[in-house]
Protein backbone atom coordinates (compact mmCIF):
# COMPACT_ATOMS: atom_id res chain seq x y z
CA UNK A 1 0.00 0.00 0.00
CA UNK A 2 1.36 3.11 -0.91
CA UNK A 3 1.43 5.69 1.59
CA UNK A 4 1.14 9.47 0.73
CA UNK A 5 0.76 10.37 4.00
CA UNK A 6 2.10 9.39 7.52
CA UNK A 7 0.56 10.81 10.87
CA UNK A 8 1.36 9.69 14.56
CA UNK A 9 -1.46 11.04 17.11
CA UNK A 10 -0.86 10.29 20.97
CA UNK A 11 -4.66 10.20 22.99
CA UNK A 12 -5.90 8.94 26.14
CA UNK A 13 -8.32 5.81 26.04
CA UNK A 14 -10.07 3.85 28.54
CA UNK A 15 -7.16 1.65 28.44
CA UNK A 16 -4.29 4.46 28.98
CA UNK A 17 -1.93 6.26 26.47
CA UNK A 18 -2.65 4.94 22.55
CA UNK A 19 -0.77 5.63 19.56
CA UNK A 20 -2.37 6.42 16.05
CA UNK A 21 -0.94 5.45 13.16
CA UNK A 22 -2.85 7.19 9.52
CA UNK A 23 -1.86 5.82 6.19
CA UNK A 24 -3.73 7.50 3.00
CA UNK A 25 -5.21 5.10 0.05
CA UNK A 26 -6.28 6.48 -2.72
CA UNK A 27 -9.61 5.97 -3.85
CA UNK A 28 -8.71 4.99 -7.14
CA UNK A 29 -6.99 1.69 -5.65
CA UNK A 30 -10.33 0.99 -4.00
CA UNK A 31 -12.76 -1.30 -5.85
CA UNK A 32 -16.10 0.31 -7.32
CA UNK A 33 -14.76 3.79 -6.98
CA UNK A 34 -16.12 6.04 -9.60
CA UNK A 35 -14.29 8.46 -12.04
CA UNK A 36 -17.18 11.12 -11.30
CA UNK A 37 -16.21 10.69 -7.40
CA UNK A 38 -11.69 10.41 -7.89
CA UNK A 39 -11.80 13.25 -10.58
CA UNK A 40 -13.39 15.28 -7.97
CA UNK A 41 -11.54 14.80 -5.07
CA UNK A 42 -8.61 15.37 -7.70
CA UNK A 43 -10.93 18.24 -8.93
CA UNK A 44 -9.46 17.52 -12.75
CA UNK A 45 -10.54 20.27 -14.95
CA UNK A 46 -12.91 18.13 -16.59
CA UNK A 47 -15.17 17.62 -13.56
CA UNK A 48 -15.03 21.09 -12.74
CA UNK A 49 -18.40 22.29 -15.24
CA UNK A 50 -20.63 20.12 -12.47
CA UNK A 51 -18.46 21.21 -9.35
CA UNK A 52 -17.93 24.84 -9.56
CA UNK A 53 -16.11 24.59 -5.92
CA UNK A 54 -13.05 22.89 -5.30
CA UNK A 55 -13.41 20.23 -2.31
CA UNK A 56 -10.55 22.12 -0.98
CA UNK A 57 -12.50 24.33 2.05
CA UNK A 58 -9.68 26.52 2.55
CA UNK A 59 -10.02 27.80 -0.97
CA UNK A 60 -12.99 29.81 -0.78
CA UNK A 61 -15.00 29.41 2.80
CA UNK A 62 -14.60 32.97 3.16
CA UNK A 63 -15.55 34.25 -0.18
CA UNK A 64 -18.59 31.67 -0.35
CA UNK A 65 -19.98 33.09 3.59
CA UNK A 66 -19.66 36.57 2.31
CA UNK A 67 -22.45 35.53 -0.50
CA UNK A 68 -25.05 33.72 1.91
CA UNK A 69 -28.03 34.99 1.72
CA UNK A 70 -30.68 34.06 4.50
CA UNK A 71 -33.73 35.72 5.26
CA UNK A 72 -33.69 36.81 9.18
CA UNK A 73 -37.60 35.54 10.08
CA UNK A 74 -36.88 31.83 8.48
CA UNK A 75 -33.42 32.03 10.32
CA UNK A 76 -35.64 32.68 13.58
CA UNK A 77 -38.34 30.22 13.11
CA UNK A 78 -35.69 27.14 12.11
CA UNK A 79 -33.63 28.38 14.89
CA UNK A 80 -36.91 27.88 17.36
CA UNK A 81 -37.74 24.60 16.17
CA UNK A 82 -34.02 23.35 15.95
CA UNK A 83 -34.30 24.27 19.87
CA UNK A 84 -37.44 22.89 20.49
CA UNK A 85 -36.00 19.35 18.38
CA UNK A 86 -32.97 19.06 20.38
CA UNK A 87 -34.24 19.82 24.20
CA UNK A 88 -36.38 17.44 23.36
CA UNK A 89 -33.57 14.90 22.53
CA UNK A 90 -31.74 15.81 25.88
CA UNK A 91 -29.28 18.42 23.85
CA UNK A 92 -26.32 19.77 25.87
CA UNK A 93 -25.61 23.51 26.82
CA UNK A 94 -22.55 22.90 23.80
CA UNK A 95 -25.49 21.92 21.37
CA UNK A 96 -28.14 24.71 22.61
CA UNK A 97 -25.46 27.34 22.52
CA UNK A 98 -24.88 26.42 18.96
CA UNK A 99 -28.52 26.64 17.86
CA UNK A 100 -27.97 30.73 19.83
CA UNK A 101 -25.34 31.12 17.49
CA UNK A 102 -27.10 30.43 14.59
CA UNK A 103 -29.95 32.62 15.44
CA UNK A 104 -27.78 35.06 15.74
CA UNK A 105 -25.97 34.89 12.14
CA UNK A 106 -23.81 31.95 11.86
CA UNK A 107 -23.23 29.51 9.02
CA UNK A 108 -23.66 25.96 8.97
CA UNK A 109 -21.44 22.74 7.99
CA UNK A 110 -23.99 20.29 7.40
CA UNK A 111 -24.20 16.75 6.93
CA UNK A 112 -26.68 14.22 7.49
CA UNK A 113 -27.34 10.31 6.87
CA UNK A 114 -30.12 7.90 7.38
CA UNK A 115 -31.74 6.66 11.00
CA UNK A 116 -29.61 3.66 11.05
CA UNK A 117 -29.93 0.98 13.89
CA UNK A 118 -27.75 1.99 16.94
CA UNK A 119 -26.51 4.88 14.91
CA UNK A 120 -25.86 3.09 11.88
CA UNK A 121 -22.63 2.23 10.08
CA UNK A 122 -19.70 3.53 11.07
CA UNK A 123 -19.21 6.32 8.52
CA UNK A 124 -22.33 7.90 9.84
CA UNK A 125 -20.31 9.30 12.70
CA UNK A 126 -17.29 9.85 10.26
CA UNK A 127 -19.56 12.16 8.76
CA UNK A 128 -20.88 14.17 11.72
CA UNK A 129 -16.64 14.57 13.30
CA UNK A 130 -16.13 16.47 9.43
CA UNK A 131 -18.64 18.27 9.76
CA UNK A 132 -17.82 19.50 13.18
CA UNK A 133 -14.16 19.74 12.09
CA UNK A 134 -15.15 21.91 9.26
CA UNK A 135 -17.13 24.19 11.53
CA UNK A 136 -14.13 24.72 13.59
CA UNK A 137 -11.95 25.09 11.27
CA UNK A 138 -13.88 27.50 9.42
CA UNK A 139 -14.60 29.13 12.86
CA UNK A 140 -11.33 29.21 13.72
CA UNK A 141 -10.84 31.66 10.08
CA UNK A 142 -13.23 34.31 11.24
CA UNK A 143 -16.55 32.73 9.49
CA UNK A 144 -18.93 32.11 12.69
CA UNK A 145 -20.01 28.46 11.92
CA UNK A 146 -21.74 25.67 13.27
CA UNK A 147 -22.23 21.48 12.27
CA UNK A 148 -25.36 20.40 11.66
CA UNK A 149 -26.81 16.57 11.13
CA UNK A 150 -30.15 16.21 8.46
CA UNK A 151 -31.53 13.19 10.11
CA UNK A 152 -33.09 11.36 6.93
CA UNK A 153 -36.75 10.85 8.89
CA UNK A 154 -38.62 11.19 5.60
CA UNK A 155 -37.03 8.12 3.87
CA UNK A 156 -39.22 5.52 3.52
CA UNK A 157 -37.05 2.19 2.82
CA UNK A 158 -37.20 0.53 6.24
CA UNK A 159 -34.88 -2.50 5.26
CA UNK A 160 -32.08 0.30 5.13
CA UNK A 161 -32.40 1.30 8.62
CA UNK A 162 -33.17 -1.46 11.03
CA UNK A 163 -30.18 -3.41 10.92
CA UNK A 164 -26.69 -3.08 12.40
CA UNK A 165 -24.08 -5.66 12.12
CA UNK A 166 -21.22 -5.91 15.50
CA UNK A 167 -17.81 -7.89 15.29
CA UNK A 168 -18.33 -11.15 17.87
CA UNK A 169 -15.72 -11.71 20.46
CA UNK A 170 -14.33 -14.49 17.48
CA UNK A 171 -14.85 -11.51 15.05
CA UNK A 172 -17.30 -13.05 13.10
CA UNK A 173 -20.23 -10.60 12.49
CA UNK A 174 -23.41 -10.61 14.28
CA UNK A 175 -26.45 -9.16 12.79
CA UNK A 176 -29.04 -7.13 14.76
CA UNK A 177 -32.41 -6.63 13.24
CA UNK A 178 -35.46 -4.63 14.60
CA UNK A 179 -38.62 -6.55 13.38
CA UNK A 180 -40.98 -3.50 12.59
CA UNK A 181 -45.14 -2.98 12.54
CA UNK A 182 -44.91 0.06 10.80
CA UNK A 183 -46.99 0.41 7.17
CA UNK A 184 -44.75 -0.59 4.62
CA UNK A 185 -43.72 2.27 2.86
CA UNK A 186 -44.21 4.95 6.09
CA UNK A 187 -41.46 6.98 6.62
CA UNK A 188 -39.04 5.40 9.35
CA UNK A 189 -39.39 8.49 11.56
CA UNK A 190 -43.01 7.69 11.92
CA UNK A 191 -41.93 3.86 12.99
CA UNK A 192 -42.27 2.96 16.21
CA UNK A 193 -40.74 0.29 18.49
CA UNK A 194 -43.02 -1.77 20.48
CA UNK A 195 -41.51 -4.32 23.06
CA UNK A 196 -40.01 -5.69 20.23
CA UNK A 197 -36.97 -3.69 20.81
CA UNK A 198 -36.12 -4.60 24.26
CA UNK A 199 -34.64 -8.24 23.60
CA UNK A 200 -32.93 -6.59 20.18
CA UNK A 201 -30.87 -3.99 22.73
CA UNK A 202 -30.36 -6.55 25.27
CA UNK A 203 -28.50 -8.42 22.86
CA UNK A 204 -26.72 -6.43 21.12
CA UNK A 205 -25.75 -4.56 24.41
CA UNK A 206 -24.36 -7.77 25.43
CA UNK A 207 -22.34 -7.89 22.93
CA UNK A 208 -20.69 -5.35 23.24
CA UNK A 209 -20.23 -5.19 26.95
CA UNK A 210 -20.19 -3.22 29.85
CA UNK A 211 -19.59 0.62 28.32
CA UNK A 212 -21.04 3.94 27.66
CA UNK A 213 -22.27 3.80 24.19
CA UNK A 214 -23.92 0.43 25.84
CA UNK A 215 -25.97 2.64 28.27
CA UNK A 216 -26.82 5.18 25.59
CA UNK A 217 -28.19 2.51 23.68
CA UNK A 218 -30.50 1.34 26.32
CA UNK A 219 -32.09 4.62 27.12
CA UNK A 220 -32.60 5.53 23.48
CA UNK A 221 -34.05 2.55 21.94
CA UNK A 222 -37.48 1.70 23.95
CA UNK A 223 -40.84 1.46 23.23
CA UNK A 224 -42.34 4.05 22.16
CA UNK A 225 -39.42 6.05 20.73
CA UNK A 226 -38.94 6.05 16.52
CA UNK A 227 -35.94 5.29 14.61
CA UNK A 228 -35.69 9.04 14.17
CA UNK A 229 -35.78 9.61 17.90
CA UNK A 230 -33.92 7.06 19.38
CA UNK A 231 -31.45 7.65 16.57
CA UNK A 232 -31.41 11.53 17.51
CA UNK A 233 -31.48 11.09 21.34
CA UNK A 234 -28.36 8.58 20.50
CA UNK A 235 -26.60 11.19 18.82
CA UNK A 236 -26.99 13.73 20.99
CA UNK A 237 -25.07 12.08 23.65
CA UNK A 238 -22.29 10.92 21.69
CA UNK A 239 -22.15 14.36 20.27
CA UNK A 240 -22.46 16.55 23.17
CA UNK A 241 -19.23 18.11 23.46
CA UNK A 242 -19.34 18.85 20.28
CA UNK A 243 -22.34 20.41 19.87
CA UNK A 244 -23.72 19.09 16.98
CA UNK A 245 -26.81 20.45 15.67
CA UNK A 246 -29.88 17.40 15.14
CA UNK A 247 -32.77 18.48 12.63
CA UNK A 248 -35.60 16.17 12.19
CA UNK A 249 -36.69 16.72 8.40
CA UNK A 250 -40.18 15.36 8.87
CA UNK A 251 -41.45 18.36 11.30
CA UNK A 252 -44.41 19.89 9.74
CA UNK A 253 -43.18 23.29 10.61
CA UNK A 254 -39.86 22.66 8.78
CA UNK A 255 -42.65 21.58 5.78
CA UNK A 256 -44.51 24.51 6.14
CA UNK A 257 -41.58 27.08 5.91
CA UNK A 258 -40.21 24.68 2.63
CA UNK A 259 -43.54 25.11 1.36
CA UNK A 260 -42.37 27.45 -0.95
CA UNK A 261 -39.81 25.33 -2.95
CA UNK A 262 -42.59 22.68 -2.83
CA UNK A 263 -44.75 25.24 -5.00
CA UNK A 264 -41.69 26.20 -6.90
CA UNK A 265 -40.95 22.27 -7.79
CA UNK A 266 -43.95 21.67 -9.30
CA UNK A 267 -45.06 24.86 -10.84
CA UNK A 268 -41.33 24.59 -12.56
CA UNK A 269 -41.43 20.84 -13.17
CA UNK A 270 -40.99 21.13 -16.82
CA UNK A 271 -38.19 23.20 -16.86
CA UNK A 272 -36.33 21.47 -13.98
CA UNK A 273 -37.09 17.92 -15.36
CA UNK A 274 -35.48 19.44 -18.83
CA UNK A 275 -32.39 20.73 -17.15
CA UNK A 276 -31.71 17.24 -15.12
CA UNK A 277 -32.57 15.61 -18.41
CA UNK A 278 -30.04 17.53 -20.00
CA UNK A 279 -27.47 17.23 -17.37
CA UNK A 280 -27.82 13.87 -16.93
CA UNK A 281 -26.71 13.74 -21.62
CA UNK A 282 -24.02 16.06 -20.09
CA UNK A 283 -22.47 13.84 -17.62
CA UNK A 284 -23.02 10.68 -19.85
CA UNK A 285 -21.57 12.68 -22.34
CA UNK A 286 -18.21 13.17 -20.06
CA UNK A 287 -17.65 9.67 -19.56
CA UNK A 288 -19.55 9.96 -15.97
CA UNK A 289 -22.54 7.65 -14.84
CA UNK A 290 -25.68 9.27 -13.08
CA UNK A 291 -26.86 8.50 -9.43
CA UNK A 292 -30.53 8.69 -9.93
CA UNK A 293 -32.74 8.10 -13.33
CA UNK A 294 -34.56 10.94 -14.49
CA UNK A 295 -37.04 10.12 -17.15
CA UNK A 296 -39.50 12.94 -18.67
CA UNK A 297 -42.41 12.15 -16.01
CA UNK A 298 -40.03 12.41 -12.99
CA UNK A 299 -40.97 15.33 -10.25
CA UNK A 300 -38.67 16.34 -7.68
CA UNK A 301 -42.00 15.45 -4.76
CA UNK A 302 -43.18 12.20 -2.56
CA UNK A 303 -46.50 12.92 -0.96
CA UNK A 304 -48.09 10.41 1.71
CA UNK A 305 -51.04 8.33 0.40
CA UNK A 306 -52.55 6.23 3.33
CA UNK A 307 -49.66 7.27 5.84
CA UNK A 308 -47.05 5.48 2.64
CA UNK A 309 -44.89 7.42 1.02
CA UNK A 310 -45.35 7.92 -3.03
CA UNK A 311 -43.98 9.55 -5.89
CA UNK A 312 -45.77 12.25 -7.49
CA UNK A 313 -45.44 11.87 -11.43
CA UNK A 314 -45.53 13.94 -14.07
CA UNK A 315 -48.79 12.42 -16.68
CA UNK A 316 -46.68 13.38 -20.68
CA UNK A 317 -49.35 11.51 -22.65
CA UNK A 318 -52.84 12.04 -21.16
CA UNK A 319 -54.85 15.21 -20.19
CA UNK A 320 -54.16 15.49 -16.78
CA UNK A 321 -51.13 16.95 -15.21
CA UNK A 322 -49.51 14.68 -12.60
CA UNK A 323 -50.19 11.21 -11.37
CA UNK A 324 -50.34 10.18 -7.67
CA UNK A 325 -50.54 6.18 -8.23
CA UNK A 326 -53.28 5.70 -10.14
CA UNK A 327 -55.23 9.34 -9.24
CA UNK A 328 -55.15 11.76 -11.85
CA UNK A 329 -54.26 15.35 -10.71
CA UNK A 330 -54.59 18.55 -12.34
CA UNK A 331 -51.34 21.32 -12.28
CA UNK A 332 -53.56 23.85 -10.06
CA UNK A 333 -55.49 20.83 -7.34
CA UNK A 334 -51.50 19.53 -6.78
CA UNK A 335 -50.46 23.61 -5.76
CA UNK A 336 -53.64 24.10 -4.07
CA UNK A 337 -52.46 20.83 -1.87
CA UNK A 338 -49.14 21.74 -1.51
CA UNK A 339 -50.52 25.13 0.24
CA UNK A 340 -53.05 23.81 2.38
CA UNK A 341 -51.17 20.85 3.31
CA UNK A 342 -46.91 20.64 2.88
CA UNK A 343 -46.89 18.14 5.59
CA UNK A 344 -48.49 15.65 3.18
CA UNK A 345 -45.13 16.13 0.79
CA UNK A 346 -41.38 15.93 0.48
CA UNK A 347 -38.09 16.19 -1.52
CA UNK A 348 -36.58 13.29 -3.45
CA UNK A 349 -33.02 12.67 -3.10
CA UNK A 350 -32.56 15.61 -5.94
CA UNK A 351 -34.27 18.15 -4.08
CA UNK A 352 -33.62 17.50 -0.33
CA UNK A 353 -30.09 19.53 -0.64
CA UNK A 354 -32.11 22.09 -2.09
CA UNK A 355 -34.92 22.32 1.07
CA UNK A 356 -32.22 21.72 3.30
CA UNK A 357 -30.26 24.70 2.19
CA UNK A 358 -33.49 26.64 2.28
CA UNK A 359 -33.90 25.99 5.63
CA UNK A 360 -30.35 26.71 6.84
CA UNK A 361 -27.50 29.20 6.05
CA UNK A 362 -25.50 26.32 4.40
CA UNK A 363 -21.83 27.03 3.99
CA UNK A 364 -21.33 23.39 2.79
CA UNK A 365 -22.25 19.99 2.19
CA UNK A 366 -20.59 17.35 3.83
CA UNK A 367 -20.83 13.81 2.03
CA UNK A 368 -19.87 10.48 0.90
CA UNK A 369 -19.44 9.46 -3.14
CA UNK A 370 -22.55 8.96 -3.55
CA UNK A 371 -24.35 12.44 -2.51
CA UNK A 372 -21.20 13.62 -4.17
CA UNK A 373 -22.44 12.12 -7.85
CA UNK A 374 -26.01 13.56 -6.62
CA UNK A 375 -24.01 16.94 -6.53
CA UNK A 376 -23.41 16.71 -10.21
CA UNK A 377 -26.93 16.79 -11.08
CA UNK A 378 -28.65 18.53 -8.22
CA UNK A 379 -26.76 21.50 -9.41
CA UNK A 380 -29.26 22.52 -12.35
CA UNK A 381 -32.04 22.40 -9.55
CA UNK A 382 -30.21 24.62 -7.22
CA UNK A 383 -29.64 26.80 -9.64
CA UNK A 384 -32.68 26.81 -10.79
CA UNK A 385 -34.66 27.55 -7.51
CA UNK A 386 -31.93 28.91 -5.21
CA UNK A 387 -29.73 30.79 -7.34
CA UNK A 388 -26.50 29.16 -6.07
CA UNK A 389 -25.08 25.80 -5.74
CA UNK A 390 -23.68 25.04 -2.25
CA UNK A 391 -20.70 23.11 -2.53
CA UNK A 392 -19.91 19.66 -1.63
CA UNK A 393 -16.80 18.67 0.35
CA UNK A 394 -16.21 14.75 1.26
CA UNK A 395 -16.03 12.62 4.47
CA UNK A 396 -13.85 10.66 6.25
CA UNK A 397 -13.76 7.72 4.68
CA UNK A 398 -11.39 4.93 6.79
CA UNK A 399 -10.43 1.57 7.83
CA UNK A 400 -9.98 1.25 11.96
CA UNK A 401 -7.08 -1.78 12.45
CA UNK A 402 -7.26 -2.73 15.75
CA UNK A 403 -4.44 -4.56 17.80
CA UNK A 404 -5.41 -8.59 16.42
CA UNK A 405 -5.92 -7.41 12.68
CA UNK A 406 -2.67 -4.98 12.85
CA UNK A 407 -0.83 -8.33 14.37
CA UNK A 408 -2.06 -10.31 11.61
CA UNK A 409 -1.15 -8.03 9.12
CA UNK A 410 2.51 -7.41 9.79
CA UNK A 411 2.86 -11.44 10.35
CA UNK A 412 1.86 -12.34 6.68
CA UNK A 413 3.19 -8.84 4.97
CA UNK A 414 -0.81 -7.80 4.19
CA UNK A 415 -2.18 -4.24 3.50
CA UNK A 416 -5.79 -3.48 3.05
CA UNK A 417 -5.58 -3.65 -0.91
CA UNK A 418 -4.55 -7.64 -0.22
CA UNK A 419 -7.91 -7.95 1.05
CA UNK A 420 -9.48 -6.44 -1.93
CA UNK A 421 -8.57 -9.72 -3.52
CA UNK A 422 -11.42 -11.45 -1.80
CA UNK A 423 -10.85 -14.76 1.05
CA UNK A 424 -9.69 -17.06 -1.35
CA UNK A 425 -7.29 -15.30 -3.00
CA UNK A 426 -6.01 -14.21 0.77
CA UNK A 427 -5.99 -17.35 1.99
CA UNK A 428 -3.52 -18.23 -0.81
CA UNK A 429 -1.23 -15.25 -0.47
CA UNK A 430 -0.99 -15.88 3.62
CA UNK A 431 -0.17 -19.97 2.82
CA UNK A 432 2.47 -18.29 0.16
CA UNK A 433 4.05 -16.24 3.22
CA UNK A 434 3.88 -19.42 5.35
CA UNK A 435 5.91 -21.97 3.32
CA UNK A 436 8.58 -22.86 4.81
CA UNK A 437 11.57 -20.43 4.91
CA UNK A 438 14.08 -22.80 3.27
CA UNK A 439 11.14 -23.74 0.20
CA UNK A 440 10.40 -20.12 -0.15
CA UNK A 441 14.20 -19.30 -0.54
CA UNK A 442 14.32 -22.21 -2.94
CA UNK A 443 12.15 -20.61 -5.11
CA UNK A 444 13.23 -17.91 -5.36
CA UNK A 445 16.42 -18.82 -6.48
CA UNK A 446 15.05 -21.21 -9.46
CA UNK A 447 13.18 -18.11 -10.34
CA UNK A 448 16.44 -16.31 -10.49
CA UNK A 449 18.33 -18.59 -11.61
CA UNK A 450 15.56 -19.49 -14.76
CA UNK A 451 15.55 -15.96 -15.80
CA UNK A 452 19.48 -15.31 -15.88
CA UNK A 453 19.59 -18.65 -17.96
CA UNK A 454 16.85 -18.06 -20.15
CA UNK A 455 18.00 -14.31 -20.96
CA UNK A 456 21.78 -15.79 -21.95
CA UNK A 457 20.13 -17.88 -24.24
CA UNK A 458 17.80 -15.21 -25.73
CA UNK A 459 21.01 -13.26 -26.33
CA UNK A 460 23.30 -16.37 -27.78
CA UNK A 461 19.89 -17.08 -30.25
CA UNK A 462 19.43 -12.90 -31.64
CA UNK A 463 23.12 -13.57 -33.08
CA UNK A 464 22.66 -17.20 -34.74
CA UNK A 465 19.25 -16.87 -35.64
CA UNK A 466 16.89 -13.77 -34.86
CA UNK A 467 13.45 -15.29 -35.70
CA UNK A 468 14.12 -18.06 -33.03
CA UNK A 469 14.04 -15.19 -30.22
CA UNK A 470 10.06 -15.07 -30.10
CA UNK A 471 9.99 -18.78 -29.59
CA UNK A 472 12.45 -18.53 -26.36
CA UNK A 473 10.72 -15.76 -25.07
CA UNK A 474 7.31 -17.95 -25.22
CA UNK A 475 9.13 -20.98 -24.08
CA UNK A 476 10.89 -18.77 -20.74
CA UNK A 477 6.94 -17.62 -20.13
CA UNK A 478 5.73 -21.15 -20.23
CA UNK A 479 8.72 -22.34 -17.98
CA UNK A 480 8.31 -19.51 -15.82
CA UNK A 481 3.82 -20.25 -15.82
CA UNK A 482 5.17 -23.99 -14.82
CA UNK A 483 7.45 -22.86 -11.69
CA UNK A 484 4.57 -20.12 -10.51
CA UNK A 485 1.79 -22.89 -10.58
CA UNK A 486 3.81 -25.38 -8.65
CA UNK A 487 4.95 -22.66 -5.82
CA UNK A 488 0.99 -22.02 -5.88
CA UNK A 489 0.38 -25.79 -5.54
CA UNK A 490 2.85 -25.74 -2.42
CA UNK A 491 0.90 -23.15 -0.92
CA UNK A 492 -2.32 -24.61 -1.16
CA UNK A 493 -1.11 -28.15 -0.02
CA UNK A 494 0.29 -25.51 3.66
CA UNK A 495 -3.00 -24.27 3.39
CA UNK A 496 -4.63 -27.64 3.44
CA UNK A 497 -3.14 -28.94 6.84
CA UNK A 498 -3.85 -25.30 8.33
CA UNK A 499 -7.00 -24.90 8.36
CA UNK A 500 -5.87 -21.64 11.21
CA UNK A 501 -5.14 -19.67 8.43
CA UNK A 502 -8.48 -19.56 6.75
CA UNK A 503 -10.07 -18.67 9.37
CA UNK A 504 -7.24 -15.79 10.33
CA UNK A 505 -8.16 -14.39 6.70
CA UNK A 506 -11.65 -15.16 7.58
CA UNK A 507 -11.24 -12.77 10.33
CA UNK A 508 -9.52 -9.83 8.65
CA UNK A 509 -12.21 -10.03 5.73
CA UNK A 510 -14.84 -9.95 8.24
CA UNK A 511 -13.28 -6.75 10.19
CA UNK A 512 -11.12 -5.29 7.89
CA UNK A 513 -13.44 -5.95 4.19
CA UNK A 514 -17.14 -7.44 5.34
CA UNK A 515 -18.62 -8.54 2.66
CA UNK A 516 -16.12 -7.21 -0.08
CA UNK A 517 -16.99 -3.56 0.80
CA UNK A 518 -15.23 -1.02 3.38
CA UNK A 519 -15.62 -1.79 6.89
CA UNK A 520 -16.82 2.02 7.12
CA UNK A 521 -20.26 0.89 5.68
CA UNK A 522 -21.08 -2.39 6.98
CA UNK A 523 -19.71 -2.67 10.98
CA UNK A 524 -21.78 -0.58 13.49
CA UNK A 525 -20.01 2.45 14.79
CA UNK A 526 -20.96 1.54 18.63
CA UNK A 527 -18.54 -1.37 18.13
CA UNK A 528 -15.91 0.77 18.11
CA UNK A 529 -16.90 3.34 20.98
CA UNK A 530 -17.79 0.39 22.67
CA UNK A 531 -14.01 -1.08 22.29
CA UNK A 532 -12.20 2.38 22.79
CA UNK A 533 -14.71 4.31 24.64
CA UNK A 534 -16.37 7.47 23.64
CA UNK A 535 -12.99 9.19 23.42
CA UNK A 536 -12.18 7.24 19.86
CA UNK A 537 -14.50 10.24 18.35
CA UNK A 538 -11.65 12.75 19.84
CA UNK A 539 -8.71 10.31 18.27
CA UNK A 540 -11.02 9.84 14.56
CA UNK A 541 -11.19 14.47 14.91
CA UNK A 542 -8.03 14.79 14.98
CA UNK A 543 -6.91 12.05 12.30
CA UNK A 544 -9.38 14.64 9.99
CA UNK A 545 -6.89 16.15 7.83
CA UNK A 546 -9.91 18.72 5.51
CA UNK A 547 -7.38 18.27 2.67
CA UNK A 548 -6.58 15.09 2.42
CA UNK A 549 -9.11 13.11 0.42
CA UNK A 550 -8.02 9.95 0.23
CA UNK A 551 -9.38 6.53 2.36
CA UNK A 552 -7.02 6.92 5.63
CA UNK A 553 -6.11 3.24 7.18
CA UNK A 554 -5.91 3.85 11.24
CA UNK A 555 -3.90 1.48 12.98
CA UNK A 556 -4.49 2.03 16.64
CA UNK A 557 -1.47 0.62 18.30
Given at each position: ?K?????E???P??S????VK?????F???P????L???F???S????????????F?Q?A???A??????P?????V?SIL?????NW???GKTL???????A?A?????GQQ??????P?F??????????L??QA????V??VP??W??????D??????V???GA???????N??????P??P???V?????V??????????????AI????RE????G??????F?RL????????G?????????EF?H??KPI??AA?ERT??L?D???A?G?E????GY?????V??S??L???????????V?R???A?????I??E?????DL???I???????S?NV?????????LL?T?A????A????????V??V????????????PR??A?????K???L????K???????L?????R?????R??P?EL?S???Q????????LA??R??????????????????????HQ????R?R?A?AEL????I???????L??????N?????R??G?????????????????D???T?????QV????
Amino acid sequence: MKALTYHELHRPTLSGERTVKSECLPFTQIPHSTRLFTDFLSYSPKVQKFYPHSPFFNQWAKDEASQLKYDPERRQSVSSILERQNRNWGASGKTLANISRLRAGAAAVVTGQQVGLFGGPVFTIFKALTAVKLADQASHDGVDCVPVFWLATEDHDVAEVNQVAIPGADYSLQSFNVPTQGLPGAPVGTVRFGSEVEPVVEAATGLLGPSAIADFLREAYRPGETFGSAFARLFARLFADWGVILLDAADPEFHHIAKPIYHAAIERTSELNDALLARGRELDAAGYHQQVKVTPSSTLLFTLRNGARVPVHRHVSASADFLIEDEQISHADLLHRIKSSPEQFSANVLLRPVIQDYLLSTLAYVGGAAEVAYFAQVGVVYEELLGRLTPILPRLSATIVEQKPKTLLERYKLSLPDLFLGPEKLRELMASRTLPQELQSAFDQADASLQKSLAAIRESLARLDPTLVDSATNAASKMHHQLTQLRDRAARAELRHEEILARKADLLCNVLYPNKVLQEREIGGAYFIARHGTEFLRVLYDTIHTDCFDHQVITLV
